[in-house]
């Protein structure tokens, strides 16, 4: 395993589109382990493979109920909104308000290539939607409420 480093606002990687992941094999098991360490070392409840500089359609989060690895993960329904301060390990020290579902449900592969469906309310949600919002190039200060007071100084 290795800690990674994050790549950060300015960066023209940030705004590419990732491709889906094809094979399940050790390099896939090999990033996904390297993410997962980069992201803790950085105390982070997400990470996409992109903000590594890898475009590959690869997702974790965690909020405090365990590592979810998201491989080719699609929101396949959603309801309900939810307006809260967000923040992201590639725009350091940056936060706004967005605007996002209250609660998803994502499909996506595990490491064994099988899909499974995870729910999400709160902050899971919120994690699920940004970090798979990476994964098409759009990053969370793209979702700011207009009413945002745009990178403010607010708690998370
Ligand atoms: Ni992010």
């Known amino acids: 395993m ?3 480093n ?3 606002k300015g960066d023209p990687i940030l705004k590419k589109k990732s491709r889906p992941v094809e094979k399940f094999d050790d390099r896939l098991v090999q990033l996904l382990e390297d993410m997962a360490e980069t992201m803790y070392k950085n105390e982070g409840c997400g990470l996409a493979a992109v903000q590594i500089g890898v475009l590959r359609r690869v997702v974790l989060v965690d909020v405090g109920e365990g590592l979810i690895e ?4 699609e929101i396949i329904s959603q ?3 939810q307006n809260e301060a967000e923040g992201c ?3 350091p020290d940056e936060y706004g308000v967005t605007s996002r579902p209250a609660v998803v449900k994502v499909k996506a592969q595990n490491r064994d290539g099988q899909w499974c469906v995870y ?3 709160e902050l899971k949600a ?7 919002d990476h994964l098409d190039g759009v990053v969370f200060k793209d979702r700011l409420k207009e009413d945002s007071d745009k990178i403010a100084d607010l708690e998370v």
């Open 2 to 4: 290795a800690i990674r």
């Open 79 to 81: 309801e309900g909104e």
């Open 119 to 121: 729910k999400g309310e």
């Open 126 to 132: 919120r994690c699920f939607c940004h970090e798979i």
């Open 89 to 91: 390990l590639s725009f």
């Open 6 to 8: 994050i790549i950060t």
């Open 70 to 73: 998201l491989i080719n993960p």
